[in-house]
C-alpha cells in the first residue's frame, strides 16, 4: 500500500485527512509538527506528503526545503490558508508537487494527489527510460526503434519538456511538452534546429558549462536552474531546467534536458504583485479623499458666511467668509502641486552647485514666518563644503518641507524655541544636510510613518505629503533620510547625500 505522510498542527485536519485518505487506500502516518514529520519521513519513506504551511517552530517551506533535500523526488503537497499566496508561490519554487487551499476540499485534495501519484509513475518510467537511452541514440536498427516506442511515447506524455541533443548539439528528441514551450513541432526541430538556437544568444554555450562544472549538482549534471528559453517566435520563457549527460563507457553520446515550465508561477506572482499594487492604490485614494472632504468642508463654511453676509448684509461675514474660501483654495492647490510633483517620472535635472546657498535661501524664505512664532532660526554652514552635483530645485523642496515642518513642530506663540540648519560635508560618507528642532517631538508610533504617503498628524492643515516628496527626491539622488525623535525634546531629520 501507498504510504502518505499528513503534517499538520490542527488535530482536527489531520484527523479529517487521515480518515478521508485512508478510504482512498493509503497507509496514513500523522504528525503535528516539522520535526516530527521530518522524522516519521526518514524512517517510512512515504512517496506524498502532505503538509501545512503556516505551522508554529518550523513551517511547511522549511519541511518541504529539507524533505526535497533528502529526496528530491518525493511528492510535497502544501496546504495553505486564505491570503497566503506568496507562500504559495514560494512552495512551488521550491518544487511542492501542487497546492491546495484550506479548508480542504475532497475535490482538490484528490486531483492534487492524482497529479502527484501520475508523476512519481512517469518519473519512474522516464528513469528507465534515461537508463536505457544510451542505447537508442546509438543503435539504430528498426528493431531497437520498436521496442522503443512504448518508452517514447512516455516521454511525449510528460507534462514537462524533454529534449535530447547529440554530442554536436542537433536535437534528438523533442516532445509534446518541449512543442508547449517553444512552440516548434516534433518534425520541425528533430535533426533540423541546432541546441542552442532554443536560448537566447551565448546562453546554451554557458549551460553547457555548467553541466560539465561542479556548482549545480556535480558534474555531468545540472539541476533547477532558473532560465529563459526561446520559442519559435523568438518569445522568452521563464523554465526550470535539469540536464544530464549521457555517456557509453566514458564516451559523451547525448545530453538530456527536462524543462519545467514556469509561466503559471511566474503567472501567479505578477497576480500577486497586481493586487498589491491595489490595495495601495485604494489607500491613497482614500487618503486623496479624505483631504479633500476636508478642504471642501472650510470650503462650504466659507461659502455659507459668504451667502449669511449678503443676506443680512454683514460685510464682515462676507470677508471671513471669503478668507476662508481663499484659505482653502490655496490648500487644495498646494496638495495638487504636491500629489503631482510625487507622481511624477520625469528624473531630477542634476547640475552643479553650491548646497550652503541653497540652504541659505530656505532659511531666508521662512525667517519671516519663524520670527513671527518666535522661532530661532539658526545656520550651521561647512565652510569646506564645495560645489556637489545636485537638482538644486529638488534639494530646495526637500529643505523647505523640512524648515516648514521644523517650525510647526511648535505651538503658534512658541518663544525660545529653535530650529537650526546646517551642511556638512563627511568625506566619504557623504554630505549631511540637518534640520533639528526643540518642538514637540514625536512618539515612536508616528515617527516610524512619517514617511509614509498622506500622513499627517494636522489635520486639515496637512497635506502628509511633504516628507513622502522629500524622500522621493532624497532616493533620486541616490541618497537616504533618517529621523530621530524624543516626545517634547525635538527632532532632527538628515539627508545623507552621495558625494
Ligand atoms: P504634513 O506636514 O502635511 O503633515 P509631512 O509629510 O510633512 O506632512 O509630515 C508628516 C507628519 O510627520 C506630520 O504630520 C507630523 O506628525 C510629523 N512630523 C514631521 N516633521 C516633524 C517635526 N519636525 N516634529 C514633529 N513632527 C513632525
Ligand atoms: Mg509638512
Redesign the pocket.
Request: proline share 0%; charged share 15%; no cysteine.
Given at each position: 500500500m501507498k504510504k502518505l505522510l499528513v503534517i499538520d498542527d490542527e488535530a482536527s485536519t489531520r484527523d479529517l485527512l487521515k480518515l478521508s485518505l485512508e478510504m482512498e487506500g493509503y497507509t496514513v502516518f500523522v504528525a503535528e509538527d516539522g520535526p516530527k514529520g521530518l522524522e516519521i519521513f526518514a524512517r517510512e519513506n512515504p512517496s506524498v506528503v502532505l503538509t501545512d504551511i503556516k505551522m508554529p517552530g518550523m513551517d511547511g517551506i522549511e519541511v518541504l526545503r529539507r524533505i526535497k533535500e533528502q529526496s528530491p523526488d518525493a511528492e510535497v503537497i502544501v496546504i495553505t490558508g486564505h491570503g497566503e499566496m506568496t507562500l504559495a508561490i514560494e512552495a512551488l519554487k521550491l518544487e511542492a508537487s501542487d497546492f491546495i487551499s484550506k479548508p480542504v476540499s475532497d475535490e482538490s485534495l484528490n486531483i492534487a494527489l492524482r497529479r502527484a501519484e501520475e508523476k512519481i509513475w512517469l518519473r519512474n518510467r522516464l528513469r528507465e527510460y534515461t537508463e536505457d537511452l544510451e542505447r537508442l541514440v546509438k543503435e539504430t536498427s528498426e528493431e531497437l526503434v520498436k521496442r522503443h516506442e512504448l518508452e517514447h511515447n512516455l516521454i511525449q506524455s510528460s507534462m514537462d519538456g524533454i529534449i535530447a541533443n547529440d554530442r554536436q548539439g542537433n536535437i534528438i528528441i523533442f516532445n509534446e511538452g518541449a512543442e508547449r514551450i517553444h512552440g516548434y513541432t516534433q518534425e520541425e526541430a528533430v535533426s533540423k534546429i541546432h541546441v542552442t538556437q532554443l536560448y537566447p544568444e551565448g546562453q546554451a554555450r554557458q549551460i553547457k558549462k555548467m553541466i560539465y562544472g561542479n556548482e549545480y549538482g556535480g558534474p555531468g549534471r545540472l539541476i533547477n536552474y532558473s532560465v529563459e528559453v526561446l520559442t519559435n517566435t523568438g518569445k522568452l520563457v521563464p523554465i526550470l531546467l535539469s540536464a544530464t549527460i549521457i555517456d557509453d563507457k566514458g564516451e559523451e553520446v547525448a545530453t538530456v534536458g527536462h524543462f519545467k515550465d514556469m509561466r503559471e508561477v511566474k503567472r501567479l506572482e505578477e497576480e500577486l504583485v497586481t493586487s498589491e499594487r491595489m490595495v495601495a492604490v485604494g489607500q491613497t485614494t482614500a487618503g486623496i479623499a479624505h483631504g479633500v472632504k476636508n478642504i471642501l468642508h472650510g470650503m462650504k463654511l466659507g461659502a455659507f458666511m459668504i451667502d449669511t453676509g449678503f443676506d443680512k448684509e454683514k460685510p464682515e461675514s462676507i470677508r471671513k467668509g471669503w478668507d476662508l474660501v481663499r484659505k482653502n483654495i490655496n490648500r487644495i492647490s498646494k496638495m495638487t502641486k504636491e500629489m503631482l510633483s510625487l507622481a511624477s517620472t520625469t528624473p531630477p535635472a542634476f547640475e552643479v552647485c553650491s548646497l550652503n546657498e541653497i540652504v541659505e535661501e530656505v532659511c531666508e524664505l521662512m525667517a519671516e514666518e519663524a520670527n513671527r512664532r518666535g522661532i530661532r532660526l539658526v545656520l550651521e554652514l561647512d565652510p569646506s563644503l564645495t560645489q556637489v552635483t545636485v537638482d538644486p530645485d529638488g534639494i530646495h523642496t526637500c529643505l523647505l518641507?523640512?524648515v516648514?515642518?521644523?517650525i510647526?513642530?511648535f505651538p503658534e506663540d512658541a518663544s525660545g524655541g529653535q530650529v537650526t540648519v546646517s551642511s556638512r560635508d563627511e568625506g566619504g560618507a557623504g554630505v549631511h544636510l540637518q534640520?533639528r528642532?526643540t518642538?514637540?517631538?514625536?512618539s515612536e508610533e508616528?515617527r516610524e510613518?512619517?514617511?509614509e504617503n498622506l500622513?499627517?498628524?494636522?489635520g486639515a492643515?496637512?497635506?502628509?505629503?511633504?516628507?513622502?516628496?522629500?524622500q522621493k527626491i532624497v532616493h533620486e539622488h541616490g541618497g537616504t533620510i533618517q529621523v530621530e525623535?524624543e516626545p517634547k525634546k525635538?527632532?532632527c531629520?538628515t539627508i545623507i547625500l552621495p558625494e
Open positions: 518641507n523640512l516648514t515642518n521644523a510647526e513642530a534640520v528642532d518642538g514637540q517631538g514625536m508616528i510613518r512619517v514617511l500622513f499627517t498628524t494636522k492643515r496637512g497635506t502628509g505629503l511633504g516628507l513622502a516628496i522629500t525623535s525635538g527632532s531629520f
